[in-house]
Structures are given as structure tokens and as C-alpha cells.
């Protein structure tokens, strides 16, 4: 069975700390890795990871994929009480690369 | 990425009624998902819909309580029939972009169930 688990569960930091958040993954048929940021209901895409070793940046944001240790890492510089949310991560399996999620990273950054 | 609305956004629903919940997409794509997150957990998915076909529902999930139809490549519904308190959750479809394989989730819908 496809098994993806994140931590810490939670974690708690004071604005401008940096944050690393974890993915650990194991999938059959392995494809990509993404990463999604959760505030309210809907989660919000923030990467697809399908190569070792390339960084992918947006703004604060970044993430790298390790195809050989299966993981993944999510960094948040300079953080933001706007960056507060739960942070997933969610590997496609199955033959219609439907998700299978961790349990979610619950962030709280604090002014 | 694709534009994807969801009607309702919120229902507060009674036992042993039932919910249609709509999801609607700005362009066709070739796979919809439903997802359930129960309160303090994650995303589970719940099945696939099939465009012309039966959805593929995934363990622990039946036809019966979460009947869904998907009439075409851009408009998808998910029933909640017969509803319990334990069906409180959020409900959310997703779909695969085509040319990148990115998923993208519609905005939700809260459901409650008294």
C-alpha cells in the first residue's frame, strides 16, 4: 500500500524563522511529489517535484525531491503569520494518479 | 492551471437526507476526483470519476452512499445519500491538468450533518 508521511505534525515559530517542513514517501510506480498549502477547504498547488536534486522556488517558498532516500523537504524563509496553514504532501499512484496524502505539517507562525 | 467551482460551499443537512454536491471546471479534462477530509484529518480519496462510465470508488467507500455521475469532461456531482453525523466533512474534487500532471482543487464544500 502507498504510504506518504510528513512531520513534524505541527510546529510552531516566530516570524522570520526559517522552517523545514518533511515528506517521506513510499509509492509504487513512483511519478512526482507535490506539495500543497491548505488555509480554509481547499488546498492550493504550490509544487510538482519530479526530478532529484532540481530546486523549485517560488518567492519564500522552495522545495527539493531525493528519488534515491524518498523524501522531500519544504523550506519557508523569512516567514509570515500569512504562511499559518497546514502543509501537505500527496504522491499519484494508482493508474489515474489519484492522491494518496500525508497527515499534513499544521504551521503556525506568530507575530 | 484550471479554474474549478464547487456549488454548495456550505449545507448544514439533516440526518437521513441527502446532498448533491456540483463541480464545475473551465476546460476539459480527462480525470476528476472526490476527496473527503473528516475534521483534523487529511485527504481521502473517495473515488474517480469516470467520464461515460461508472466511477472507480477506492476501499470503504460504495456506490450506494456516494452515487456520482460525470455527464461529460467538465461537470461532475457527488451525492451524500442517506446522511449521518459521521458524514460531516469537507468534500472536495480535484482534476489532472493534461499536459503537466499538476492537481488542482475546487474551493470545497463544508458539509455538517445534524
Known amino acids: 500500500e502507498d504510504k506518504v508521511v510528513q512531520s513534524p505534525l505541527s510546529l510552531v515559530v516566530h516570524e522570520g524563522d526559517t522552517v523545514t517542513l518533511n515528506c517521506s514517501y513510499e509509492?509504487?510506480?513512483?511519478?512526482?511529489l507535490l506539495w500543497y498549502k491548505q488555509e480554509k477547504k481547499a488546498p492550493t498547488f504550490l509544487f510538482m517535484l519530479t526530478s532529484s536534486g532540481i530546486e523549485k522556488k517560488s518567492g519564500r517558498l522552495s522545495s527539493i525531491l531525493d528519488k534515491k532516500e524518498l523524501f522531500s523537504i519544504l523550506n519557508i524563509t523569512a516567514t509570515q503569520t500569512g504562511d499559518s496553514a497546514v502543509y501537505l504532501c500527496a504522491a499519484p499512484s494508482g493508474s489515474a494518479r489519484q492522491l494518496t496524502f500525508g497527515s499534513g505539517t499544521q504551521l503556525t507562525v506568530l507575530p | 492551471s484550471a479554474v474549478i467551482s464547487q456549488k454548495p460551499s456550505r449545507d448544514i443537512c439533516q440526518r437521513g437526507t441527502s446532498l448533491t454536491i456540483q463541480c464545475q471546471v473551465d476546460?476539459?479534462?480527462?480525470?476528476m476526483f472526490w476527496y473527503r477530509q473528516q475534521p483534523g484529518q487529511s485527504l481521502t480519496l473517495i473515488a474517480t470519476a469516470n467520464q461515460g462510465s461508472e466511477a472507480t470508488y477506492e476501499s470503504g467507500f460504495v456506490i450506494d452512499k456516494f452515487p456520482i455521475s460525470r455527464p461529460n469532461l467538465t461537470f461532475s456531482t457527488l451525492t451524500v445519500s442517506n446522511m449521518s453525523p459521521e458524514d460531516s466533512s469537507i468534500y472536495l474534487c480535484s482534476v489532472l491538468h493534461r499536459g503537466n500532471y499538476e492537481q488542482y482543487f475546487g474551493p470545497g464544500t463544508r458539509l455538517t450533518v445534524t
Open positions: 509509492v509504487t510506480n513512483f511519478r512526482s
Open positions: 476546460s476539459q479534462v480527462t480525470m
